[in-house]
């Protein structure tokens, strides 16, 4: 049976109930401690480091309740910011979703779905039985183009005839800005691929220019009505997964772009994710922000790391812990080693080379989300064995 260090007992008349009476367990205090911990990670509270100075402290008596050794370890600690946040697609950089704007007239014969996924070259709807092709770029169609015409219109066309196949890049350079007999040509095969006639030139109305592939969100037109050049027939948004999490604007300063992010789906699968951009302040209900308050609040996006695993979802309430902090070479104890001391701070119960219990005061600086883990500072080292509850 192994000794442990104590101090005699003082007599005292509190009640059995009292902090100080002897029916107060380690196991009591450990529970404390983690409660107390997981206060300060709902909060990521970061706390200056003070070595702690002075010896090992002698340890407090037996414990009644079962108790396990883990060691203290020396290596990287991460901290992070946890909140809610909503799974959805990326759209136009304020967030807003894409516009599908209709160029010619006619009566709408054809529509798209909502959920639908176009991709360039494919028909987005159809007018008068005509399709109308989605291509790539960020210059709307504003006129139509012939041989000769120059712009950026034309080098995004001169693009995607390469991209798609229709043109090949020994004979049409994707950066042209001119409307060539090669982009004729490549016009050419892509009317005859969509059942249009093959004029070889790019009529206003026959394609619709977006930057990326499109999920549709939204239908606005009614199949069979007449078709208005200017108006919006659905909103998009693009294939892309991504995460938006509204933080409080007071703590924002924590989130850098490149943080890494752990983040739980519905169905309880986790993935990692980047932050890719951060939004300006706005003013919201702030729903998914750890403290749930309305007020000023900063839009955080994170691109997945594995878009699959979002294969289905949209708006999608997630869970989502953004790294803000790594210390790579710091001590680290199990949370549920920490005992909550009378007078205010923690220690750890240690155990020597002789099998001897001693409790010895440490200051914790964070704690570690991922791994139940706690930063400390005191008479410590790595490798040396802690007591902490058992099963």
Request: hydrophobic share 40%; no cysteine.
């Amino acid at each position: 049976m192994s000794t442990i260090a104590t101090k005699p007992p003082t007599p005292t008349s509190a009640s059995p109930d009292a902090d100080s009476a002897p029916g107060r367990s380690r196991r009591q205090l450990r529970i404390a401690a983690a409660v107390a911990a997981a206060i300060v990670v709902v909060g990521v509270a970061l706390v200056v480091i003070d070595p702690f100075g002075g010896s090992a402290s002698n340890g407090v008596g037996q414990s009644a309740y079962p108790t396990a050794v883990a060691t203290v370890t020396q290596g990287p600690l991460s901290a992070y910011d946890e909140s809610g946040g909503t799974l959805g697609h990326a759209a136009q950089p304020d967030g807003s979703p894409y516009s599908v704007v209709n160029r010619a007239g006619g009566v709408y014969t054809g529509l798209p779905a909502p959920g639908q996924i176009v991709r360039q070259g494919q028909a987005l709807y159809e007018i008068g039985y005509r399709p109308v092709v989605l291509l790539d770029g960020s210059a709307p169609a504003a006129r139509s183009l012939g041989q000769g015409d120059r712009g950026p219109d034309a080098r995004q066309l001169n693009a995607d005839l390469v991209t798609l196949g229709y043109a090949k890049r020994s004979h049409l350079s994707p950066a042209w800005d001119v409307f060539s007999a090669a982009t004729a040509a490549g016009v050419s095969a892509l009317q005859a691929r969509l059942g249009l006639p093959q004029t070889g030139s790019l009529p206003l109305g026959e394609a619709v220019f977006l930057p990326a592939p499109v999920r549709i969100t939204r239908v606005i037109a009614t199949l069979g009505t007449d078709a208005q050049p200017g108006a919006v027939i659905a909103q998009a948004t693009s294939t892309t997964p991504q995460v938006v999490v509204n933080l409080d604007a007071a703590g924002q300063s924590t989130v850098k772009l490149g943080n890494k992010a752990l983040i739980t789906l519905p169905n309880n699968q986790t993935t990692t994710g980047v932050v890719s951009r951060i939004g300006t302040v706005t003013t919201t209900s702030n729903s998914g922000s750890s403290s749930g308050s309305s007020g000023a609040a900063i839009p955080v996006f994170i691109t997945l790391s594995d878009p699959r695993l979002a294969v289905g979802l949209d708006q999608a309430p997630v869970e989502v812990q953004i790294q803000t902090l790594t210390i790579n070479n710091t001590l680290k104890v199990p949370v549920t080693a920490l005992l909550a001391q009378a007078g205010g701070g923690y220690a750890v119960e240690t155990i020597d080379a002789r099998g001897v219990h001693h409790v010895v005061p440490v200051t914790v600086g964070f704690f570690g989300k991922v791994g139940g883990l706690a930063q400390v500072s005191g008479h410590l080292y790595p490798r040396e064995r802690i007591v902490v509850p058992g099963t």
